[in-house]
């Protein structure tokens, strides 16, 4: 049964939340603030977090920041604000994923099932590599030079994109179409320019002179084929 954390002040929320995903094959564990969601994630191994914004003891950005340090553990902002600059935020500091309240139940399940995804990849193909990045697709890990790199969910469904097509163009479309699949909504511009960054910090040695994913200007982007 998947463990779900989670970190949210209105208690309402939590209890229909909990009945409801509880229902539905998932486990809930309940903290109101942060120091609290903190503990908690720190005392369990979960399959997902799920993260208010505001907070009644600081706030979703500062725990996400510290889930991130720790682990790749899939994270899903739970926000009333339907602001961009807020989403891309969240994005940025490494949510996979996040859900506009008031939300359904239903949807919000087909979220969590959709970020835990990468866990039941097949492993086909148990090793790819690009340069000094390896993929081990029966593990769901990503090391550079031996050491492990942790990737959010998204980040790893759209390395492992590129990956099995080295030396091919992938479109701005064909991108937009992965993440679509994997978050379950229509991305733009923004999202894909969010990820491409954050998979250039951690994979590439400099991150603005790129060796391993390439711009291909106007066009879309590509792993090299070595």
Known sequence: MPEILLIEDDEALAR????YLGANGFSLTHAAGESDGMKAFERNAFDCVLLDISLADGNGFSVCKKIRERSDTPVIFLTASSDETCTIAGLNI??????SKPFRPGELAARIKNAMRRHDLPSEMPMLRCKNVCIDVSRGIVTKNGG??????????LLLLFFSNKGILLTRDRIADELWTACGELVGDNTINVYIKRLRDKIEDDPQDPRI?????????????E
């Open 16 to 19: 229909n939340l909990s009945k």
């Open 94 to 99: 490494g949510a996979d994923d996040y859900i």
């Open 148 to 157: 492990e790199l942790f990737l959010t969910a998204l980040e790893y469904r």
């Open 213 to 225: 994913l390439k711009t291909i200007r106007g066009l879309g982007y590509k792993a090299v084929s």
